[in-house]
């Protein structure tokens, strides 16, 4: 039984780092960071007893090009895997396309399946607490700051590198605010376009019962015939 971590408020901040106990031994295990997203280092897609007591179902792994030999799609019965390759030096490119891209699979898995995923990289330290970092963003509206401190509460060697990926979450963190408000001003709109059409039909509805209600005046009577 996996102990899940509450997940954090909408918009919280400041989240302050508190990490009950942590060993190095740790590192090679994977931590639960919000329910059904487990974070760790990609060795663990071999290790069954793992994967069986956490009931993973799905294994996002994050990998550059020198990595693909390596981290691999395992074949495992119950387990699907989708591996991310990204650039080597994400210094120098945009890595906010594959931002969005891994939000829409872990959404998908996470929020609408409710599988259990385990997001990975060669050592689940850099890339993949990046992603889930860049997750918690789009997802509970956190500043790159709070969420990298959010997953490092339960992993605490989560380290997004300075020099690359935590660059690319500060980046990150005006699109994810812009996209929340184009979401609340769609809504807004189809709401209110709800409204009007509702009051357009209640319109209608009065109309129509009116004019079966309103009485008829009498046709004027012919002359007759002298």
Request: aromatic share 8%; with cysteine; hydrophobic share 35%.
């Amino acid at each position: 039984m996996v102990a899940w971590p509450d997940a954090p408020e909408m918009g919280q901040s400041p989240i302050r780092l508190c990490v009950p106990s942590w060993t190095y031994e740790d590192r090679y295990n994977g931590q639960p960071i919000v329910r059904h997203l487990l974070l760790g280092p990609y060795h663990l897609v071999r290790n069954s007893e793992y994967l069986a007591s956490h009931g993973v179902e799905h294994v996002l792994c994050i990998r550059d090009p020198s990595e693909q030999r390596f981290l691999r799609e395992l074949e495992i019965p119950g387990i699907r895997f989708t591996l991310m390759d990204v650039p080597a030096d994400v210094s120098k490119v945009s890595i906010i396309p594959h931002f969005v891209q891994a939000n829409r699979t872990l959404a998908e898995l996470v929020e609408q399946q409710g599988r259990t995923v385990l997001v990975c990289c060669s050592d689940g330290v850099d890339k993949s607490s990046a992603f889930v970092a860049a997750y918690l963003m789009h997802t509970y509206a956190l500043k790159a700051a709070d969420a990298i401190t959010f997953v490092q509460n339960s992993r605490y060697c989560a380290t997004p590198s300075a020099n690359g990926y935590r660059i690319k979450l500060l980046e990150y963190e005006p699109i994810c605010a812009a996209q929340r408000g184009a979401n609340a001003g769609a809504q807004k709109n189809s709401r209110k376009r709800i409204d009007n059409d509702a009051q357009d039909d209640t319109g209608e509805a009065d109309g129509g019962a009116a004019s079966a209600h309103r009485p008829v005046a009498p046709l004027p009577s012919s002359k007759r015939a002298r």
